[in-house]
């Protein structure tokens, strides 16, 4: 990171941040080109570790790339404030961001796949605990994002 004075490396304020935002954009190689789709997301901690998880349909592009490219990088922004002045030069913004990088690997147990709902269901809704019907575990794609390395910077 360039800019050291603005790395965050206290865990709770880490996670305080992650815990409060809803969007996290995974970014992938795809023969080339790069693929970046903006997905509503759950997390748990395992070990220091962050697994997220998101969910989508068992077709399409990005599932697709999750079995053939499961590389990825990935990224959340918030927190942002226009701090203005009196020249354009001058302006500024306030913020604060984690990106990194991990595996990304399908989900198929069935208690793994109710983990990883419910963790995308609390981060939006507040509330941790529902029930999934059995054709609907069947026919969604829960997503997991082992995180390999991930920083976090604020201004």
């Known amino acids: 990171m360039r800019r050291n004075d603005r790395e965050i490396t206290d865990a709770g304020a880490i996670e305080a941040f992650i815990s409060e935002e809803k969007i996290i954009r995974i970014a992938f190689y795809d023969n080339g080109d790069i693929y970046i789709v903006p997905v509503n997301y759950g997390y748990v901690i395992v070990n220091d570790s962050y697994r997220f998880y998101f ?23 918030g927190n942002y404030a226009l701090l203005e ?17 991990g595996i990304l690997e399908l989900v198929n147990d069935k208690e793994e796949k109710i983990i990883g709902l419910n963790s995308i269901m609390k981060q939006a809704s507040g509330r ?7 054709k609907m575990l069947d026919r969604v794609a829960v997503f ?12």
């Not at 002045?85 to 990088?101: D, H, K, N, R």
């Not at 941790?128 to 059995?134: P, V």
């Not at 997991?144 to 201004?155: G, P």
């Open 55 to 77: 969910h989508g349909a068992k077709a399409g592009r990005k599932y697709g790339l999750a079995a053939a490219s499961p590389k990825v990088g990935f990224e959340i922004d």
């Open 85 to 101: 002045a009196e020249s354009a030069c001058g302006y500024s913004a306030e913020y604060q961001s984690v990106i990194g990088t």
């Open 128 to 134: 941790s605990e529902w029930h999934y019907e059995e």
């Open 144 to 155: 997991r994002l082992r995180v390999d390395t991930m920083t976090c910077k604020a201004k």
